[in-house]
């Protein structure tokens, strides 16, 4: 039964190929876009140099080999290659392989068992695979689009490498267009700029180029076709995009870092990316508002404000519209000074308030509604602040016997620039008052 995995029995000759399986690599050195991973000095081509293949995660986004580049180390070492989905393989399923790797190395061959989408098993599927990885059973090689760190149970993740494989580049989309020209012995009819636009259709993904190609192709068109024309038989491929996956994560990360760096452009650039990949905005208003408290704080009060407002406005005038005012609240953060004063005084806050958690607040600023309270000294020795000079009387107001900290250290932009020049005013009061 384990044959229904097996990929020894392949498609009839004689039956139609799609051009991106008739034109899958028949061995690494022809695999395009990876060379960092199969170079000499990479990853997987020190292993085979040496002979000593392990399990290894192939982690990167789709079409740029995972699955071409599992079946040519099956070839480089001789090891019997099976393929398995984690989609459409369940429990019994994955006991019939290993049961059939098991009678294979009885007989004296291995067995490198790949595993596409590997992220969608759970931990207890995962966890399935160990103990035939550690007694030499089967060579585990996983492939998947989400990251490892998160995705992977930590048991896998230290049994095997991970390998980062990286989307290819226009010029690498170029070789492999050239190599279906080749192939189907005719030429691309598309002008120079249709034919970069095919190239940025792809998206990195060098199946969907194929695919693509193969459709230009059927159309047998006489004349070079323009982008008009291309873009108007052509859809363009939806963006690589998962909204609770890593990209999500890395894009919003790009979004945060833009705006810190105060780059508008770039700000709304992975902001449209989000949006156009079917980002929740009101997530983004969210991470926005955040922004603006993190990154600029006291720098411009106003900017915790304006976020609020276009969330609201989001929210009143719903998509595509109202998406226009959280785009103007992320170019203002960008163009807004910068301060983590605020919420680095914060953080620092919490940390001594967790060291010093039970120290009571000092008698002197304590109420005393009742006279027993009196009596213990509650409100005792308190100075009013408006009856002071200059309205500062220059109490302590850390509890008895800490050394008074200073968290808050404003910079010398945009608001807090005022503010530091409040804050310096009232420590030479109070070191005059406590004189």
């Known amino acids: ?6 990929t020894a029995a392949q498609t009839p000759d004689t039956a139609p190929r799609p051009l991106a399986d008739r034109l899958r690599p028949k061995a690494l050195s022809e695999v395009i876009g990876q060379d960092k991973v199969l170079g000499p000095d990479g990853p ?7 002979g000593a293949l392990s399990s290894i995660i192939l982690w ?23 393929q398995i989905s984690a989609i459409f393989t369940g429990v019994p399923d994955l006991r019939k392989v290993f049961e059939a790797a098991k009678l294979r190395r009885s007989q004296g061959r291995g067995t490198l068992l790949f595993v596409d989408e590997i992220h969608r098993f759970n931990k207890a599927q995962q966890d399935g695979f160990l103990p035939h990885m550690e007694d030499g059973t089967i060579l585990l090689v996983g492939a998947t689009t989400e990251n490892p760190s998160f995705e992977l149970n930590a048991a896998v993740l230290s049994r095997a490498q991970v390998i980062v494989l990286e989307r290819l580049t226009p010029a690498h989309l170029e070789l492999l267009a050239q190599r279906a020209e080749k192939e189907l012995q005719k030429p691309l009819p598309l002008t120079g700029q249709a034919r970069e636009a095919l190239l940025n259709m792809a998206d990195g993904d060098g199946r969907a180029l194929l695919n693509l190609t193969e459709q230009v192709m059927a159309w047998n068109a ?14 363009r491929r939806a963006a690589q995009y998962d909204k609770s996956g890593d990209a999500h994560y890395n894009l919003i990360s790009a979004l945060h870092k833009s705006v810190r760096g105060s780059d508008p452009d770039a700000a709304l650039y992975w902001l449209a990316r989000m949006l156009d990949g079917g980002e929740d905005p009101r997530y983004l208003a969210r991470r926005i508002t955040r922004m603006a408290i993190e990154d600029i704080g006291l720098a411009d009060p106003q900017a915790q404000a304006l976020c609020l407002q276009a969330w609201e406005i989001y929210e009143r005038l719903g998509s595509p519209e109202g998406e226009l005012a959280l785009g103007q609240a992320v170019a203002y953060l960008a163009l807004a000074p910068k301060s983590n004063a605020g919420y680095v005084a914060y953080k620092e ?11 009571p607040p000092p008698k002197h600023i304590l109420n005393a509604p009742t006279a027993l309270m009196k009596d213990q000294g509650y409100g005792a020795g308190y100075d009013y602040d408006h009856d002071a000079e200059d309205g500062f ?11 008074r900290p200073v968290f808050y250290h404003p910079v010398e932009r945009g608001f807090e620039r005022e503010l530091k020049r409040r804050l310096d005013y009232f420590v030479k009061l109070r070191t005059k008052r406590q004189s």
Do not use: W
Not at 44 to 50: E, P, V
Not at 222 to 235: E, N, V, Y
Not at 393 to 403: A, E, I, T, V
């Open 44 to 50: 997987l081509g020190t292993m085979l140099t040496s």
């Open 349 to 359: 806050a919490m940390k001594s308030a967790k060291k010093t958690g039970s120290n």
């Open 1 to 6: 039964m384990a044959d229904l995995f097996d």
């Open 393 to 403: 009387s220059g109490q302590d107001y850390f509890p008895d016997g800490m050394k």
């Open 222 to 235: 006489t004349d070079k076709l323009d982008t008009d024309a291309l873009t108007t038989r052509l859809m």
């Open 60 to 82: 990167g986004p789709p079409g740029v080999g995972k699955t071409t580049i599992a079946r040519l180390l099956a070839d480089e070492t001789d090891l019997h290659f099976v």
